[in-house]
């Protein structure tokens, strides 16, 4: 099926009771003000106005079920009825694993919410606690079954690079994020946001940075994992807005193509461990599933190259297989014998 077209509708830093040190919510949505019903109503109004239908409402940036419950019910009384007339297909919306409990659950089912992200961020409760967050690795668990024993979608956001973290807790926490079983997950890693703690914390030589580069890296060990687990990874980076690229984020991992570099980082590595079986002066042509063909060619081909010099061939190609899976196949296409194979076969 395919997704619904979202409509946000930004709740910035509303209902958290913590400062994150890594968190402006204002500059990261690019939205200055909470919204209110009438702002829900007004987005929703002009959307029926273009004829749009089954679209779904998602209130971000906030944590929706630690707000008071008068906004709340303001802010859902405002969709109902776009919900009644096929406006609005559902609702989504982000919140905190500790201001989740079975009684908010089903008010927001009987208000039409179809999907709850939490914010876990880590699974560490070190890294938790250098970050602000004030809840712990158990309240993702605990939030997280609620909210599957509710009948509603579960989304997980995580972080990387947060202070105290390192390439291997990053990982850890994507493997407990998994085994909780949801539909779908975020990655942000941490960008440095200014006015912010952890802009202090960098430069007074607290924090070392989590660069382009160092995202990169970890993201492209932690997709195959959620891949394996057949768990949608729908966001990767933070979604560019105005005030992070003219000056908003001052460091860390902030590239407007952030989930493209990862993605492709782990499919030329998933190819170099087929080259490893091609000797060197072959010519090969690497496939992937269509939707993956920029990510393997790689930014200015980028990946082309670095494969190609790193095993000394003669020349690679890439071309889209629509059997291929997630991974990365390959095939000589020259007149290349190696271990009992034929010509063409794939390695």
């Not at 390192?166 to 779908?184: F, K, M, N, S, V």
């Not at 932690?222 to 687990?229: C, G, H, Q, R, S």
């Not at 782990?266 to 920029?294: D, H, K, N």
């Amino acid at each position: 099926m395919a997704r619904a077209r979202i409509l946000p509708i930004f709740v910035p830093h509303l209902g958290c009771p913590n400062d994150c040190v890594f968190c402006d919510q204002k500059r990261i949505s690019g939205s200055p003000l909470p919204a209110s019903g009438r702002d829900v109503a007004e987005t929703l109004e002009r959307a029926k106005a273009k004829g749009q239908t089954g679209v779904e409402l998602a209130f971000y940036g906030g944590s929706f079920t630690a707000v008071s419950s008068r906004l709340q019910r303001e802010l859902l009384d405002a969709a109902q009825p776009y919900l009644a007339d096929g406006t609005v297909r559902s609702i989504r919306l982000s919140t905190r694993p500790d201001a989740v409990d079975g009684e908010k659950l089903a008010f927001l089912q009987d208000h039409g919410v179809g999907t709850v992200e939490l914010g876990a961020q880590s699974m560490s409760d070190a890294v938790l606690r250098a970050a602000g967050r004030g809840h712990t690795a158990d309240d993702t668990v605990r939030a997280a079954a609620l909210v599957k024993a509710a009948g509603l979608h579960l989304v997980l956001q995580m972080m990387t690079g947060l202070p105290g973290s390192d390439r291997e807790t990053d990982t850890e926490t994507a493997r407990r994020i998994i085994a909780l079983g949801p539909d779908g997950a975020r990655i942000y890693p941490t960008v440095i946001v200014k006015n912010t703690p952890l802009e202090a914390m960098w430069r007074a030589g607290r924090y070392r940075e989590h660069t382009v580069a160092d995202a990169v890296a970890v993201c492209a060990d932690i997709l195959p994992l959620f891949e394996a687990a057949r768990i949608p990874v729908i966001r990767l980076g933070l979604n560019p807005t105005e005030e992070l690229s003219h000056g908003g984020a001052v460091g860390g991992a902030y590239h407007p193509a952030l989930g493209e570099l990862a993605r492709s980082e782990m499919l030329r590595r998933q190819a170099a461990a087929l080259l490893l079986m091609v000797p060197p002066g072959a010519s090969v042509t690497l496939g992937v599933a269509p939707e993956r063909l920029s990510a393997m060619i790689g930014q200015h081909r980028a990946n082309i190259a670095a494969l190609a010099a790193a095993f000394s061939l003669g020349e690679i190609k890439v071309k889209a297989v629509e059997n291929a899976g997630d991974g990365v196949v390959c095939r000589l296409v020259n007149d290349v014998l190696q271990k009992g194979g034929s010509p063409g076969e794939p390695v």
